[in-house]
């Protein structure tokens, strides 16, 4: 399978604890995009690398999340101190350079107890 | 009042009624992209267009730049075709900055056989 891929599929988590995600996008896709749904509603912009570089950051993205993509491929965002209100499916998308198509990910959905 | 306002939210449909969804934006864009949402989360891509009509197959997406609208139709819908549709846009903004998308709320169709 050559598209996005996303692990864990999902996560159940006590409040308080840490989680940490990882994106792995389509292959010399050089941007790399987290987005956060919840229940009922559309996707919401996190975050956006291009290559390594954290480029763009919501202001959904409080302090306890961080995003990484250490090496321009793959991408990891981290949740510390999880909150109830956390609870959501994490969507990760890529692009090509020169093009604008997003190719997402299955998502990961996080339940936090 | 979101950016990106899609209607109806709910649709339940006859097998082989003819359906349309409507996407209005308020904002500038450089692009419109219409997407699928199959239960579990995967998000798959329709359409990207920012002038005129596409067709693929059953589907056919439309835009008006000046009207700031789109439309997605289905034709000749089956059962299959249930699923969250959900119109998405790239802000004109966002040219040479990252081009994340920003989503409307979804609409949620049903075809009955």
């Known amino acids: 399978d050559t598209g996005v891929s996303q692990d864990p599929r999902h996560k159940i988590t006590k409040r308080g604890q840490n989680v940490t995600f990882r994106c792995d996008p389509i292959?010399?896709?050089?941007?790399l995009y987290w987005y956060r749904q919840t229940l009922g509603q559309g996707p919401e912009f996190l975050t956006y690398f291009q290559n390594e570089a954290q480029l763009e950051k919501s202001r959904l993205l409080s302090d306890r999340f961080s995003a990484e993509r250490p090496k321009g491929s793959f991408s990891t965002l981290e949740i510390q101190r999880t909150e109830q209100g956390d609870s959501a499916m994490y969507l990760c998308a890529s692009s090509p350079r020169f093009a604008y198509e997003q190719y997402f990910g299955p998502g990961t959905r996080l339940t936090v107890t | 009042k979101n950016e990106v306002e899609q209607s109806p939210q709910n649709l339940t449909a006859q097998e082989g009624e003819f359906i349309t969804i409507n996407c209005s934006y308020s904002v500038g864009i450089s692009a419109l992209h219409w997407l699928q949402q199959h239960p579990g989360g995967g998000i798959v891509s329709l359409f990207m267009l920012s002038s005129g009509k596409k067709k693929h197959g059953r589907l056919i997406a439309t835009i008006n730049i000046q009207e700031k609208h789109s439309s997605l139709h289905i034709t000749a819908s089956h059962p299959r075709d249930s699923a969250v549709y959900i119109c998405a846009v790239r802000l004109a903004s966002q040219e040479t900055s990252g081009s994340r998308l920003t989503f409307g709320e979804g609409t949620q169709l049903t075809v009955n056989p």
């Open positions: 292959s010399e896709h050089n941007r």
